[in-house]
């Protein structure tokens, strides 16, 4: 009887990083190229920050027994695992939140002044410029909007409420003693409430990609989510074997 593969633990950073997109490799298609994405532009991002090596080393083992887990079917794992792929935690979802509220480029003249008036008023009602400023906050309403009409199951997080999609109606008029609420304050409890809504809705994804989760959910297409099939070992020839593979456990 043929004996599982013994993988050696790996030791350095790029012995380890090639055992994780190996693993990485192993994941539906669909999946796997943007886990493959994320675990380059990591390993990248870190390559510099010797004084962290030691941590980053050991979330990446922590890593590669979490993706190991989930293809040898954990289903917990894998549905972390997927919700990373496809932007529902983790940075691709930081991401695709910026590209949501990234406010458009002016297309035409009118467009252009309509922006120059609306920057102008801001200045006007606010002297110091912050980042609600920039984002587009009309797209994220109306994204958390639909999303607390509709009726979501299974989210990594609670659903939005109708009344969490409006902030600036769940913003007090009043400070505890009764005054009106400062300016400053005022615009400070309203960032916060915008920051969690942006922390609560779920971003969406490229078309391109919706479409293909889409005719996989209906059962229109399977290759790009059938995993590849993995490697199998040799199992060790007896002296009546012809020496001819024999198939094994894989690993």
Not at 38 to 46: A, E
């Amino acid at each position: 009887m043929s004996q599982p593969l013994r993988i050696p633990k790996p030791e350095t950073a790029l012995h380890l990083y090639r055992h994780i997109l190996r693993e990485a490799s192993y994941l539906p298609p669909l999946a796997r190229r943007p886990i493959d994405k994320q675990i380059k532009d990591k390993f990248r991002r870190n390559q510099d920050h010797e004084d962290k090596t030691a941590k980053y080393l050991r979330q990446a083992h922590h890593d590669l027994r979490a993706l190991r887990a989930a293809n040898a079917g954990d289903m917990g794992r894998m549905r972390r695992v997927l919700l990373r792929a496809f932007g529902r935690i983790g940075r691709r979802r930081r991401e695709l939140i910026s590209q949501l509220v990234h406010r458009d480029t002016p297309a035409n003249t009118e467009e252009l002044e309509k922006y120059a008036i609306a920057m102008a008023d801001i200045g006007a009602k606010n002297n110091t410029p912050d980042w609600m400023d920039d984002w587009d906050l009309d797209k994220l309403r109306a994204l958390a909007r639909s999303q607390a009409q509709a009726t979501l199951v299974n989210t990594p997080k609670a659903t939005v409420t109708e009344n969490q999609a409006a902030p600036e109606k769940n913003l007090p008029k009043e400070n505890s003693w009764g005054r009106p609420l400062p300016l400053k304050l005022a615009r400070t409890k309203l960032k916060n409430l915008w920051k969690a809504l942006a922390d609560k809705v779920l971003p969406p994804l490229p078309m391109e990609e919706w479409k293909k989760l889409e005719a996989i959910a209906n059962g229109t297409v399977v290759g790009d989510w059938l995993p590849p099939p993995r490697r199998h070992t040799l199992s060790n020839p007896s002296p009546l074997s012809t020496g001819k593979p024999t198939g094994g456990t894989s690993f």
